[in-house]
């Protein structure tokens, strides 16, 4: 037995392996082949999905031919804006740039009440402040990065999680 094959058995990471390897078939399954997007940009995260393959979904090394933040004619920020208010016009949606002019928040209301808060951001922000603010406010929160190499954050892509965190 190798070093390396040891020291998975002794700390348990061999089970966390084959934990993390069937997660992944699952996952492959629910979304009809292709893995689902993650959220969370860790090294973890990373070798997680590169052990997986690229989706075509809205990340991997080659840019899919559906529209998505980089083959659209105008900036990252007019593509998403451009998608919350066509396909979610049934919200009254407003966007607000933080003060150092890296991160915009969408805020998604209906009727009066908060439904929504998407935050893009680059991947090297540390934000956290308004991800737990929204959770002890009960409001949904999604976060799109909109620098983070591979990720085309494709029109479907970011129409699905929206609507899904709407819960439509």
């Known amino acids: 037995m190798g070093f390396f094959s040891k020291l998975f058995k002794e700390t348990g990471l061999d089970e966390l392996a084959k934990n993390v390897s069937e997660a992944v078939g699952d996952l492959k399954k629910e979304f009809g082949g292709e893995t689902a997007p993650q959220t969370a940009q860790s090294s973890f995260d990373e070798t997680v999905q590169s052990a997986a393959g690229p989706s075509g979904f809205s990340w991997g090394e080659v840019m899919p031919a559906e529209e998505n933040q980089f083959n659209y004619h ?12 066509s396909e979610f016009a049934a919200y009254d949606v407003s966007r607000e740039t933080v003060s150092d002019g890296n ?66």
């Open 103 to 168: 991160r915009h928040i969408f805020t998604f209301t209906s009727g009066g009440r908060k439904a929504l808060v998407v935050e893009l951001m680059p991947q090297s922000s540390a934000s956290r402040k308004l991800r737990e603010n929204c959770r002890r406010e009960g409001t949904p929160y999604l976060r799109y990065y909109y620098d983070h190499e591979g990720w085309w954050n494709t029109r479907s892509y970011v129409t699905e999680r929206t609507r899904k965190a709407l819960g439509a």
């Open 74 to 85: 105008g900036t990252y920020l007019q593509y998403f804006e451009e998608i919350f208010r």
